[in-house]
């Protein structure tokens, strides 16, 4: 995926500054338990688990990229969230973030030009995917979040990372 910078994309007008609160957070994150969960459920179609995966991990970058302070806006916004997402996290979620914007073209196909494309081996690792994407953005959580954003467990791992200062 080709770096931009948060200046780039203001510029273009992809992403606005934004400020986030404990509630929009507790909100998407309930988002993404809710996706993990329902993607795993026997029964559901591959398509559906694939979707439902995709849009976990897609809410997972919408946090960190509130926690950075923006919110993404205009044409291709999944796109945008993806390239933010690693912006706002760090390198570590580099190849996941490539990862899923070569799943939201599948997804873009399977919700809109046809149906039962998705395999069960293509459904199975975007929800180890989605996961692995979860540990990473807890790990390399911006520098700019507030404790009192921060899920428990992700209090513990600040305190232990130069990030933190006395003002959060």
């Not at 606005?16 to 909100?27: P, Y």
């Not at 919700?111 to 293509?122: F, G, Q, R, V």
């Amino acid at each position: 995926m080709t770096r931009v910078t948060w200046k780039q994309l203001l510029a273009s007008n992809r992403v606005r500054t934004h400020t986030t609160s404990k509630q929009e957070l507790d909100a998407l994150r309930s988002i993404v338990e809710r996706d993990l969960v329902d993607a795993g459920l026997a029964g559901l179609s591959n398509d559906r688990r694939f979707a439902t995966a995709y849009n976990a991990a897609l809410q997972l970058a919408k946090i960190a990229i509130a926690c950075a302070g923006y919110r993404v806006s205009g044409l291709g916004a999944h796109q945008t969230c993806f390239e933010a997402a690693e912006l706002s996290i760090g390198t570590n979620v580099s190849a996941l973030a490539a990862y899923f914007e070569t799943c939201r073209r599948k997804r873009n196909t399977l919700d809109y030009d046809t149906a039962n494309t998705i395999s069960d081996m293509e459904a199975s690792e975007i929800i180890q995917k989605a996961e692995e994407f979860r540990k990473r953005s807890k790990r390399g959580s911006p520098r700019s979040i507030p404790s009192t954003f921060l899920e428990p467990s992700l209090l513990r791992l600040r305190s232990r990372t130069p990030y933190s200062s006395a003002g959060d």
